[in-house]
């Protein structure tokens, strides 16, 4: 052992005892601060050596964020690989298709997209399936693009979607306006929708209500088979709960189990006339319709294929005019 340590030791007990003295009642013998701000350097002095040795270097400033540009092409089919499937009930799922970086949909209010299926699922004359679809994600989301998905056993393209896997590639071409929204353009919009013709709905409300000073109210009249065919009903709910003053829905079911509290069979003249501003409002109100061709057609009569078609049906018996209906 070497004579600094042995020294070390037989000054330890005098140091502890020292210790004990100062809380007695007897003064301590006074002493020079000199050692102890020698000791408070050599602190400082390891401090400095611990920071310079582990702090590494300055923090850099951070990189400017790089601007999103859409993935999209409106005229070309661009192939986008599934990176995630959600199941949302027993015949519909929610499919994630991953964009590349700093990329989004970056769709218009409203818009639709349309896909087509791969050679190796064709139709009888060999050709790819197309079929348009309206999007669930945000239109700002980075770095993906999601449907909600139901299937048709006569759906085509909902049969090969929901036969993908992960990886598998689905080609998207769009975007393509359909109802061009701008805040505080109407007083009231009526939702009228069936089934997953419920998307183009979504996608307005999400936009609309998150607009602070966008003062337009919105009731939506949803109707399904049961219960259990409501889409999006949780979103829908948790909507009206935020927004009570501009958003309300209503469910309307054909098929009602015992539990079941709402309006069944069809959507009726009476249920318009209850819950969507009437036609006299004139260019304050406009009426929505998307969903089964059977349920535009009765509602609001049957499109021209791309076009709106004449106006037909529940509307026009409740006097409402052509430039105040819009049928997706």
Known sequence: MSAILRASLRRAPLRASGARRAYSTTPAPKSSNTPLYLGLAGVAGLAGYAYLQFAGPAAQPLK????????????????????????????TAK??????????SLLPISSCVVVKTPETFVDAKGKPFVRPYTPISDSDAEGELAFLIKYYPEGNVS????????????AVKGPF??????SNEFEHIGMIAGGSGITPMYQILKHALAISDDKTKFTLLFANVTPADILLREDFDALKAKHPERFDVVYVVDKADSNWKGPTGYITPDLIKEHIAPASAGDKVRVLVCGPPPQVAAIAGAKAGMQQGELNGTLKELGYTPDQVFKF
């Not at 601007?67 to 009930?89: C, G, M, Q, R």
């Open 64 to 91: 400017p964020a790089v601007p999103l540009t859409s993935a999209l092409d409106k005229d070309n089919f661009v192939e986008f690989p599934l990176k995630k499937i959600e199941e949302y009930n027993h015949n």
């Open 159 to 170: 049969k090969f979607v929901h036969s993908m896997k992960i990886g598998d590639k689905l």
């Open 95 to 104: 499919y994630i298709f991953e964009l590349p970086e700093h990329t989004a």
């Open 177 to 182: 306006p359909k109802f061009p929204y701008k």
